[in-house]
């Protein structure tokens, strides 16, 4: 089993910065495909971003686009969400999700097996 540990999430003002991180770990498999999604209450979840296990791929939705970095650590298993320039409207939980390193960036939710259990990002404005 593939757990997933989120950490970083919190309370900024509008144009501040966060840095989410979410370290994978298990037995499962050695390399992961990972990505953060987002979802407000009664509301679907949404698509962030995505990076293949590499480094090499990367997906952003267009709403965060030159706002959010999303990177690996040097030992591929944990990712990270810089945020900056961040709006209200950026306000909901946070959940990172893994899959098999396959070289991917999906950005369909139905892709990833494995999910932590989200962190809170509020921004005031």
């Known amino acids: 089993q593939v757990q997933l540990v989120e950490s970083g999430g919190g309370l900024v003002q509008a144009g501040g910065s966060l840095r989410l991180s979410c370290a994978a770990s298990?037995?499962?498999?050695?390399?992961?495909?990972m990505a953060w999604f987002r979802q407000a209450p009664g509301k679907e979840r949404d698509f962030v971003a995505a990076?293949?296990?590499?480094?090499?791929?990367?997906s952003y939705a267009d709403s965060v686009k030159g706002r959010f970095t999303i990177s690996l650590n040097n030992a591929r298993n944990t990712v990270h969400l810089q945020m900056n320039s961040l709006k209200p409207e950026d306000t909901t939980i946070y959940y990172c999700?893994?899959?098999?390193?396959?070289?991917?960036?999906?950005?369909?939710?139905?892709?990833?097996?494995?999910w932590g259990q989200g962190t809170q990002v509020t921004v005031s404005s």
């Open positions: 999700a893994a899959d098999l390193g396959l070289e991917r960036v999906p950005i369909t939710e139905n892709k990833y097996n494995y």
């Open positions: 298990g037995r499962t498999f050695s390399s992961y495909d």
């Open positions: 990076i293949s296990w590499t480094a090499r791929s990367t």
